[in-house]
Nanobody, 124 residues
Framework: VHVVESGGGVVQPGDSLRLSCTAS????????VGWFCQAPGKEREVVAS???????FYADSVKGRFTVSRDSAKNSAYLQMNNLKREDTAVYYC???????????????????WGQGTQVTVSS
């Protein structure tokens, strides 16, 4: 599974961004998909994820602001990020499980295939 993210950029506090994740050589719906972030000097951590069965998980810091979704027709997954805060600044990664996974990804170790990451910078 080859995973590619896109959609990062520089935005101001309160703005929105949508990150996209596509996969080649695989049907993304089969896998659990997770969005992870890594800020400078910090460990990579889960932001939001959707399982193969469609259940979702959100980190407490993004609940009510971020939404994870899929589009089967486009073989894609998305992370809609609203009301962005400076502390959301990080490299964001899309990752998938290695097989059908009925539970959302909650840890870095749960993911098998990783994208290259896309930078999100929130600054005024």
């Amino acid at each position: 599974v080859h995973v590619v993210e896109s959609g990062g950029g520089v935005v101001q506090p309160g703005d929105s961004l949508r990150l996209s994740c596509t996969a080649s050589r695989a049907t993304l719906d089969f896998y659990a998909v997770g969005w992870f972030c890594q800020a400078p000097g910090k460990e990579r951590e889960v932001v939001a994820s959707v399982s193969s069965a469609g259940s979702t998980f959100y980190a407490d810091s993004v609940k009510g602001r971020f939404t994870v979704s899929r589009d089967s027709a486009k073989n894609s997954a998305y992370l809609q990020m609203n009301n962005l805060k400076r502390e959301d600044t990080a490299v964001y990664y899309c990752a998938t499980s290695g097989d059908y996974t009925p539970d959302p990804l909650k840890n870095v170790d749960d993911a098998t295939y990783w994208g290259q990451g896309t930078q999100v910078t929130v600054s005024s």
